[in-house]
Every structure is written in structure tokens, then in C-alpha cells.
């Protein structure tokens, strides 16, 4: 089966601007979480969403939100950019609560 | 809070044993070992569900202690293809996934 497809792969964009990133989960699968990853910091949750709706938000500003339509696909979009932004973006997709979570390839978000 | 896993980075020999630890403080529900090499994504090793249990993958192996709310992580006889960083995913209660990821463990098996 195909696997979780994440675009565009690589991003580059100016500080203050706003920036939308895809996801496109495993067929079947309703949960979407998204993750930041940067070296250091490892894998920080952002938010999870199942069958529309947000079920869990990390701790970060509100300059980050997410959206998850019908067919569960699933949006993030980071408003205002800053330098420390930049940051390998990751989504991965489930069944839901302790079940195999399946990653993209992420979205490299490099902010000049 | 994220867990915290130990070592940070570990340097093996092929056939060399290792030892990956990840400790949370807060109450688990789960724990998920996954593996991620340089450039690619993460991949999904286990998950543990209960406490006491102990699961294999191949020479990777791992156990749950709910009680300490830790779990180990065993990887037996390197191989250079174990290479990779190592995270650990705790979910507490609630109802929901909510997958939290220790800083990583990087591993490099060396000839």
C-alpha cells in the first residue's frame, strides 16, 4: 500500500511569510500527527488530528495550526514566520491510540 | 515533558551488545521504539503496551517496566545496519493518541 506522501519536500522562505505544508496519510488511517524536528530537540509534537478534528495541540504558538479534511488528508500551516522555524516537518499517520505510526519523508522548511 | 532517554549516543563493533534506556515521569499507557537513519523517516520497531511486557524484532528486543515507567530497548549481535538514531514514544492516559519522543539515541556500529 502507499505510503504516508508529504509536499512539497523542501521549502524556502522569507521571514514573516506563511507557509503551508501537505499530508497525505496510509488509506484508512484517521489519526495525522505532526512533528518538528531539529537537531538537538528531537521529535517535538505539534498536534494530532482524527476524523476532522484536533485531539491533542504540544506546546507552541498559536502561529502554528493545522486543518484535517474529510478525506483525511491533513494541512499545517505555520503564519509569520521566524528564523527558527526552520526545521524538518513530519507527519505521520495511524489507526489511532497505540497503534504503529507510519512517517512522510517530512517537509524541509528552511526561513531566511 | 518529553522522556529521557540514555546514552545520548552509543559507538558499538559489529556483534557488540547495547542497552537503550528511556524513562518517563509521568504515568504510560504505551511505549513505541522507533528508528530513524540519516535523511529517512522514522520507522516503527514496537510498541509496548502492557507493563512486564517484552517484545522481539529480529535481535532487537525490548521490555516495560509501568511500575519505574521505563522501558529498555536490546539490540543483540550489531550489525552495521542497526546504525541509526534511536527514539522512544510514550503515550499517557487520556484517550488519545498523543505520541511523545525522547531527544534520540544516536547508535553507529562500526566494522
Known amino acids: 500500500k502507499a505510503g504516508v506522501t508529504q509536499t512539497p519536500r523542501y521549502l524556502i522562505k522569507t521571514r514573516g511569510q506563511q507557509v503551508t505544508l501537505s499530508c497525505s496519510p496510509i488509506?484508512?488511517?484517521?489519526?495525522v500527527s505532526w512533528y518538528q524536528q531539529t537537531p538537538g530537540q528531537g521529535l517535538q509534537f505539534l498536534f494530532e488530528?482524527?476524523?476532522?478534528?484536533?485531539?491533542n495541540k504540544g506546546n507552541f504558538p498559536g502561529r502554528f495550526s493545522g486543518r484535517q479534511f474529510s478525506n483525511s488528508r491533513s494541512e499545517m500551516n505555520v503564519s509569520t514566520l521566524e528564523l527558527g522555524d526552520s526545521a524538518l516537518y513530519l507527519c505521520?499517520?495511524?489507526?489511532?491510540?497505540?497503534?504503529?505510526?507510519?512517517f512522510g519523508q517530512g517537509t524541509r522548511l528552511t526561513v531566511v | 515533558q518529553q522522556p529521557v532517554q540514555s546514552p545520548q549516543a552509543v559507538i558499538l563493533r559489529e556483534g557488540e551488545d547495547a542497552v537503550i534506556n528511556c524513562s518517563s515521569s509521568k504515568a504510560l499507557y504505551s511505549v513505541h521504539w522507533y528508528r530513524q537513519k540519516h535523511g529517512e523517516a522514522p520507522v516503527f520497531l514496537m510498541i509496548l503496551l502492557k507493563g512486564g511486557e517484552q517484545k522481539g524484532h529480529e535481535k532487537i528486543s525490548a521490555s516495560f517496566n509501568e511500575k519505574k515507567q521505563q522501558s529498555s530497548l536490546y539490540l543483540t549481535a550489531s550489525q552495521l545496519s542497526y546504525s541509526g538514531t534511536y527514539f522512544c514514544g510514550t503515550e499517557s492516559g487520556g484517550g488519545y493518541q498523543k505520541v511523545t519522543f525522547g531527544t534520540g539515541t544516536k547508535l553507529q556500529v562500526i566494522p
Open positions: 505521520a499517520s495511524s489507526l489511532g491510540r497505540a497503534n504503529e505510526a507510519f
Open positions: 488509506s484508512g488511517h484517521r489519526s
Open positions: 488530528y482524527f476524523s476532522e478534528t484536533q485531539r
